[in-house]
């Protein structure tokens, strides 16, 4: 815990010279999907936190050395649990993990629900099982939708999610009492045909009107625009080499943005970019409050390094810098409700923190420029995270010959 500011220094204090440089908050990514052996390679049992594939701290090694701090992970599944239970242990030096339930509709992902009770009563498990947020997908209907929002409020869990696609031509009865926050831009954006001005203002006013939140995403669809174009950018990519090989191979052999690449794809997505930065500057107008989140596991989009990113982002989408900061510290934590605990730098609070060499408030692109980071009780110094992502990728290097994405799916 930060124990005081200013006050005396005990005798058996570390101390770290912070001459000339800036203290801030951990950053807080409030739209992750942390990588588990769940999903095609089969489930595991809550109290299971290691992994075959993905090793938990090779995973967290890429947050800590970007100063993100906390996760809110909006996918959860039982092993997540476990994985969030060994860093609390000290086993994993790692960001704290918010954890939400999914629940769609149709033969979609996570929990699936196609009638209003169905969807009651998954918010009501989840609960039980221990999730503290609901995430809503794209292909619930709309009765079910407004269910499960009306049921997560009264069992006290906040609702985040897609805007189903059963909304279109009819947006603004999505938008029901206790609908928590959109988590993407273009979840807006795909219920306008000509990317206006005033779909934008539009779009901005039902989300203050019904004091629901955003989180842009703007680097995921930065990325798909890119990767739809050619995957060059990708292959260039610096932090790519810090991805787990099996990641890698995905992304660069089984590119789904790619393989939609054609004129009409590429312009529609450059029109997307372009919405989203109008949507989050009509959202600031407004007083929309707004988060700052990633989408990490999107192809193109680095555990930890997108982080900066989106900061940088949301700055050329209309924000200042100090409101960006605001996002990804105090802002998150107070919508995850642990504003009380993490996300400014006071008294009492956690020691969450980061140390730059350079004022973030006059570039926002001085937060990449890391002289050590707090989590979770562990000092990282910049020589150590250094070392740490070195290691990393000279053994993810190392690894490519053993991780084919289509065979590792198909078995053979």
Same mark, same amino acid.
């Given at each position: ?15 770290? =010279? @912070? ?119 794209? =292909? ?70 019904? @004091?629901? %939140?955003?989180?842009?995403? /703007? ?34 052999? #089984? ?22 930065? /109008? ?26 390094? #997108? ?9 050329? +989408? ?14 998150? #934590? ?45 000092? /990282? ?5 250094? +070392?740490?992502?070195? =290691? ?5 290097? #190392?690894?490519?010959?053993? %991780? ?9």
């Amino acid at each position: 815990k930060i124990a005081s500011i200013n006050g005396p220094i005990p005798n058996e204090a570390k101390i770290i =010279d @912070g001459t000339g440089k800036w203290l801030m908050p951990g950053l807080i990514d409030m739209h992750v999907h942390v990588p588990t052996d769940g999903g095609p390679f089969g489930p595991k049992l809550p109290t299971q936190g290691a992994t075959v594939f993905f090793d938990l701290q090779d995973f967290m090694t890429l947050h800590n050395s970007n100063g993100v701090t906390a996760l809110f992970d909006l996918g959860s599944r039982p092993e997540h649990f476990g994985q969030r239970n060994e860093i609390a242990k000290g086993q994993v030096i790692g960001s704290r993990m918010a954890l939400a339930a999914m629940i769609d509709g149709g033969k979609g992902q996570g929990r699936r629900a196609n009638t209003a009770e169905e969807g009651r009563q998954a918010v009501r498990s989840a609960k039980a099982e221990g999730y503290e947020f609901i995430k809503l997908y794209s =292909d619930l209907n709309i009765e079910t939708f407004k269910a499960i929002v009306d049921e997560a409020s009264k069992q006290g869990l906040k609702s985040i999610g897609h805007i189903p696609d059963s909304f279109q031509g009819h947006l603004q009865e999505a938008f029901v009492p206790n609908f928590g926050m959109v988590a993407h831009a273009e979840e807006l954006t795909k219920h306008t045909e000509n990317y206006t001005l005033e779909d934008a203002q539009r779009f901005a006013k039902l989300l203050k009107a019904n @004091g629901t %939140w955003l989180c842009p995403t /703007l680097t995921t669809i930065e990325w798909i625009a890119s990767q739809v174009r050619s995957l060059d950018q990708l292959k260039a990519l610096p932090s790519l080499q810090y991805m787990h090989p099996l990641s890698q191979s995905k992304w660069l052999t #089984a590119n789904r943005y790619n393989k939609m690449s054609d004129s009409a794809t590429i312009v529609k997505f450059e029109n997307y970019v372009k919405f989203n930065n /109008l949507l989050v500057k009509e959202c600031k107008s407004l007083g929309v409050p707004i988060v700052a989140g990633t989408d990490a596991s999107t192809s193109g989009v680095v555990f930890g390094f #997108a982080m900066h990113d989106e900061l940088e982002l949301l700055v050329k +989408a209309g924000l200042s810098n100090e409101e960006a900061l605001n996002a990804a510290t105090k802002q998150s #934590a107070t919508w995850l409700g642990i504003e009380s605990i993490v996300g400014t730098v006071e008294t009492g609070k956690k020691a969450d923190l980061i140390l730059l060499e350079a004022n973030p408030l006059e570039n926002i692109k001085n937060t990449k420029k890391i002289a050590g980071v707090f989590v979770n009780g562990h000092w /990282l110094d910049k020589s150590k995270i250094k +070392a740490d992502l070195a =290691d990393l990728s000279k053994r993810n290097t #190392a690894a490519k010959g053993d %991780w084919d994405w289509k065979k590792t799916i198909s078995g053979k």
